[in-house]
Structures are given as structure tokens and as C-alpha cells.
């Protein structure tokens, strides 16, 4: 006989388990059949799990804000360690609620697995989201897509801004990207695509994806099974880029390793210019504050410019801009005019 | 739209809505129900969240005292229907009532403060589950990617990260806020016979 257990899980790290295995994706059948048990046996375990579910998106948030390289390298194990002591649970609420549980139990049941998210970040947020298929979803600043996942396919419609996408690998699901009127169609990948008035922009980093006007590739979907390439799908693999101007072909372009990272920089929270004009730069940085850059001389918005600075860092970035380029940076309102201090020769 | 919230949508209302009073009200829970063990208030938060989760969010228009109430209201069932209540509860109920009425104070911490609260909560984390920990959630590794990097199996990552993860939710739920003006916390508590401990 196998002894007794010496230590019980409680209900909240039994709920953080779930949170995280649900997270990771990939929930086996069985897995699911036990999940859907454990959430349906006592409403305090769906109320644990809302409650951890709620600590875990809310930690994404703390995340953007928290940079990257803070890990340890290698150290010791804490698997060993239990952090619950031998302690048996007293079920003082079992009994009061025992009635009220299974109504309340079922109808959240229902409302748990609503599958379409409408999900946004304000300006100056990065935001990481775990879908519920595995695939992961990061929003660049003031971006908005809503995700709808079914069984036949994933659906995501860029409604503004610009999002990266690692896509988890499902051939019985496609997962598609609408923006505007383009549909980027891709099975296990990464890519990102950003939306700009009209005009849309998909870099792929990893895979292969397909890019097509929606029609079209609504039709392909439709006809599923075939693989066979349809008229007007275009093709754009890793290290490729797709500029989609309305109603002109996709035009593609390689992109360098290098430079789809710096491209990407934003999900870190950073961006960086090598060699782009001041414009391009201002407009950039601009898409990521509140408080606005304005150049105020034609000759000095073409200038090229070289750095890495913080997203959010607007003061940051006119300081270095201005002793770089020997400019003067005047505030006036929300607004932050750049001027040459002295006009050159 | 109204219902037309999406549950990631719904699970952000909550973390802004709810979770921020979640410290305010176990502090309040724990000095006042000296009768109640940690796992009994566990029991009332879990339940809370789950008829919280059943509501329609748009209706809701105190966050706060929407929480006090629940917890208030399940307070009332357990009296109800517990052979033995202890007598002072009912009067715990009541003055529960009371605080939940007020507006209350501003407990939202900046994220500067949330993020320090959090590094320092990360920084006593065992070294392996914080690296696992910081490695998922920060760097945005796949757990595939950190088992492979840690020569661990997924399994072993899975256990790590739920570890560090219910450490930190505790510790989250449960700090006391430093910039807390002492008085707050007492306001409702000395309507009614309180400091009992006193005599």
C-alpha cells in the first residue's frame, strides 16, 4: 500500500497549478477531463482559479515594466522543498455552501470558456498575452486585437497598432491575422504585423506564413484540405517582410536577422534607429507617448539618426537628439519643439 | 456592448477591480475574525471570487464594496447555517457592512511600488524557481525553451513555476501596504465595540 501523502496541496496552489498548466497549453484530454472536474467538484475551486488566473495576466503587466535580464544563472534546486506544512484542511464553509456551489458552479462553468477576447494596451503599454491554444500575443503601445478561437480555426482581427505573434502549432487550426483588408494565414510561426491608416506590414521571424487579401484566403480556408497555391496568396518566409499598400500587390523585401530584432526591439520596451531620418524617428517615438515631438525645421527632420533609447523615455530621447544634433528643444503644452539652436551654414 | 467582455477582458477587470483590495480586506478578516484559521479565510476569498466571476461586471459599480458585500453576504450564509456561531460574528457582520459602504481609501500602489513589492517577493524565491519564474514570466521563454536551457524536464519547470507563482500571489494578497495612513484601517472597526483585547 503506498503511505498517505504527507502534505496536501491548499486549493490556491492547486489553482496556480492549473493556472500555469493552462497557461503553458497543450492541456491533454485527460488533463481538460481533470481540469473540468476539479473546477466543477467546488466553487471555491473555480473561485481560486478566477482569483489566480486574474494574478497571473496581472503579472504580465508587471513584467513589461519589470526589463529583461534579471535572471540567475544556474543555483540550486528548490524542488525539494514543500512549501505547504502537514496540515488538515477544515472544511468550515463545505457545508454553507454546498447548495449555493452548484448554480453558481455551473453558470461560471459557462461563462469561463467564452473564447472571444477583445484585448487592448494603452499608449506607452506593452502587453504579453497567452492565448488559450498555446500561442502568445504581445501588443506594441496603443494596439487593440480581437482573438476568437474555435475549433475549426483562430481568429485574430488587428484593429489598430501592431502586435507580434508566436503562433503554437495546430494544422487542424489556422490561425489568422486580419488587418484591414489582409489576412496573414500561418500554422506554427512568428511574425508580427502592424497596421498604419491603411497600409500593413507583416515581418516574419520564424516559419513561413501566407499573406493574401482576406477574401481570398477566407476562400482558401474554406477549401481547407487543399495546399495546393491559390491565386493571390503570396508566400513570405522567415527573415522576409510584406508591405500591403490597399489594392496593390504585397511587395516583399528580405530583412536581416539583425534587423527584424531591432525592428521587434519594442517588445522589450526599447527602440532603435540606425540611421533612419529624425522624422521617422519622432513619428516612432511619438506612437509610444502622450506628450508629442513636433520638428519644427524641414532641413532637421532628415537628418539620420543612430541610438537605442526607451520607448516611454521621450525626455530621454530629445536630450540625446538635441546634443546630437546641436538642436533646442522648447515645450509648450503637451508638445516638445525641436529646432536647430543655431542654423548651419 | 454590454456582455460583450471577452474572459481575458473579464480576468483584467478583476486584477484592476478586485485584486488591489484583496490585502485590505484579509488584513481585516484576520483581526477581526480571531476565531477563523487562514484556510477558513482562504475559503471566503475563493468564494467570493467565484460569485464575483458569475456577475455581470458592467452592473458593478463599487468594485470594493462590491467585494465587502460578497464577503458579507457569505458570512451571513455560514451564520445561518452553522450549528455553532460565534456570538460576536453577527456584530463582525454588521460593522463588515459598514466599512464596505465607504468609498475608501486610495489603495492602489503606483506600479513603481508594485514593481518593487514584486522584485523583492521574487527576490526570496529559492534560486531555481526564480530563475524558472523569471525566465517564463520576464523573458517570455516557452517552458520547452526553459527546460531545455535548464536541463530540467517540463514537469520539474511546471512545478518550479507554480511554486514561485503561489508564493508570489500570497505574498501579494497578503502585503500590508507602507503607505498606509494607520487611521484607515480603524475607521469602521471603532463604530462598535471594538478592543476587546483591552480589558
Same mark, same amino acid.
Given at each position: 500500500m503506498k503511505p498517505m501523502p504527507t502534505t496536501v496541496e491548499t486549493i490556491d496552489e492547486l489553482a496556480a497549478r492549473w493556472v500555469v498548466r493552462v497557461d503553458a497549453g497543450d492541456l491533454s484530454a485527460d488533463e481538460q477531463r481533470e481540469f473540468d472536474a476539479w473546477l466543477r467538484a467546488d466553487s471555491r475551486h473555480l473561485g481560486a482559479y478566477v482569483r489566480a488566473r486574474a494574478q497571473w495576466i496581472d503579472l504580465d503587466r508587471l513584467a513589461a515594466l519589470y526589463g529583461r535580464g534579471h535572471a540567475q544563472p544556474h543555483s540550486p534546486s528548490c524542488e525539494p522543498q514543500r512549501m505547504t506544512p502537514a496540515v488538515p484542511r477544515r472544511r468550515l464553509l463545505a457545508a454553507a455552501v454546498a447548495g449555493m456551489g452548484i448554480? /453558481?458552479?455551473?453558470?461560471?462553468?459557462?461563462?469561463?470558456? &467564452?473564447?472571444?477576447?477583445?484585448?487592448?494596451?494603452?499608449? @506607452?503599454?506593452?502587453?504579453?498575452?497567452? *492565448?488559450?491554444? @498555446?500561442?502568445? /500575443?504581445?501588443?506594441?503601445?496603443?494596439?487593440?486585437?480581437?482573438?476568437? *478561437?474555435?475549433?475549426? &480555426?483562430?481568429?485574430?482581427?488587428?484593429?489598430?497598432?501592431?502586435?507580434?505573434?508566436?503562433?503554437?502549432?495546430?494544422?487542424? &487550426?489556422?490561425?489568422?491575422?486580419?488587418?484591414?483588408?489582409?489576412? /496573414?494565414?500561418?500554422? @506554427?510561426?512568428?511574425?508580427?504585423?502592424?497596421?498604419?491608416?491603411?497600409?500593413?506590414?507583416?515581418? /516574419?521571424?520564424?516559419?513561413?506564413v501566407e499573406v493574401a487579401e482576406l477574401k481570398s484566403l477566407s476562400g482558401a480556408v474554406s477549401r481547407s484540405a487543399s495546399t495546393a497555391p491559390v491565386d493571390g496568396i503570396r508566400r513570405v518566409a522567415a527573415h522576409e517582410r510584406a508591405i500591403i499598400a490597399s489594392a496593390a500587390p504585397p511587395v516583399v523585401q528580405p530583412v536581416a536577422p539583425a534587423e527584424a530584432q531591432r525592428r521587434l526591439a519594442w517588445k522589450d520596451g526599447m527602440v532603435s534607429f540606425e540611421g533612419e531620418s529624425l522624422r521617422t524617428a519622432v513619428s516612432e517615438i511619438n506612437r509610444h507617448n502622450r506628450r508629442q515631438i513636433v520638428i519644427d525645421d524641414p532641413s532637421l527632420a532628415s537628418v539620420p539618426v543612430v541610438g537605442v533609447f526607451r520607448t516611454t523615455d521621450i525626455d530621454g530621447f530629445i536630450a540625446a537628439a538635441a546634443a546630437a544634433l546641436n538642436a533646442r528643444a522648447t515645450v509648450d503644452g503637451d508638445l516638445i519643439r525641436l529646432q536647430y539652436a543655431s542654423h548651419p551654414e | 456592448m454590454l456582455g460583450a467582455m471577452g474572459d481575458l477582458a473579464r480576468y483584467r477587470w478583476i486584477a484592476t477591480n478586485i485584486l488591489p483590495h484583496e490585502p485590505e480586506l484579509r488584513g481585516w478578516l484576520r483581526r477581526r475574525l480571531r476565531a477563523f484559521a487562514d484556510n477558513d479565510i482562504d475559503d471566503f476569498i475563493q468564494e467570493a471570487f467565484a460569485r464575483i466571476w458569475a456577475a455581470d461586471f458592467a452592473l458593478i459599480r463599487n468594485p470594493r464594496s462590491y467585494l465587502f458585500a460578497t464577503v458579507r453576504h457569505l458570512m451571513g450564509e455560514y451564520a445561518r447555517r452553522s450549528r455553532i456561531v460565534p456570538i460576536e460574528l453577527l456584530g463582525e457582520i454588521e460593522s463588515l457592512n459598514?466599512?464596505?459602504?465607504?468609498?475608501?481609501?486610495?489603495?492602489?500602489?503606483?506600479?513603481?511600488?508594485?514593481?518593487?513589492?514584486?522584485?523583492?517577493?521574487?527576490?526570496?524565491?529559492?534560486?531555481?524557481? &526564480?530563475?524558472?519564474?523569471? *525566465?517564463?514570466?520576464f523573458e517570455g521563454l516557452s517552458h520547452r525553451d526553459v527546460a531545455k536551457r535548464m536541463g530540467l524536464s517540463e514537469k520539474t519547470i511546471e512545478n518550479h513555476l507554480t511554486r514561485a507563482f503561489a508564493r508570489i500571489a500570497m505574498a501579494l494578497a497578503t502585503r500590508t501596504l507602507a503607505g498606509d495612513p494607520p487611521d484607515l484601517k480603524r475607521t469602521a472597526d471603532e463604530t462598535d465595540a471594538d478592543d476587546r483585547g483591552n480589558d
Open positions: 448554480l /453558481v458552479g455551473t453558470l461560471s462553468w459557462t461563462m469561463l470558456h &467564452r473564447d472571444r477576447q477583445d484585448i487592448s494596451s494603452g499608449i @506607452g503599454e506593452v502587453r504579453r498575452i497567452a *492565448l488559450a491554444d @498555446g500561442s502568445s /500575443v504581445v501588443l506594441n503601445t496603443n494596439s487593440e486585437v480581437i482573438v476568437e *478561437l474555435t475549433t475549426q &480555426r483562430r481568429n485574430i482581427r488587428l484593429v489598430r497598432g501592431e502586435a507580434l505573434f508566436e503562433v503554437a502549432h495546430d494544422k487542424s &487550426r489556422p490561425f489568422i491575422v486580419e488587418a484591414h483588408d489582409t489576412g /496573414v494565414r500561418a500554422v @506554427g510561426t512568428a511574425f508580427s504585423v502592424r497596421l498604419e491608416g491603411t497600409q500593413v506590414d507583416v515581418t /516574419v521571424t520564424e516559419g513561413v | 459598514l466599512i464596505s459602504d465607504e468609498p475608501g481609501p486610495e489603495r492602489r500602489l503606483s506600479a513603481r511600488q508594485e514593481l518593487d513589492a514584486l522584485r523583492a517577493i521574487v527576490a526570496k524565491l529559492p534560486p531555481q524557481c &526564480r530563475q524558472v519564474f523569471e *525566465l517564463l514570466k
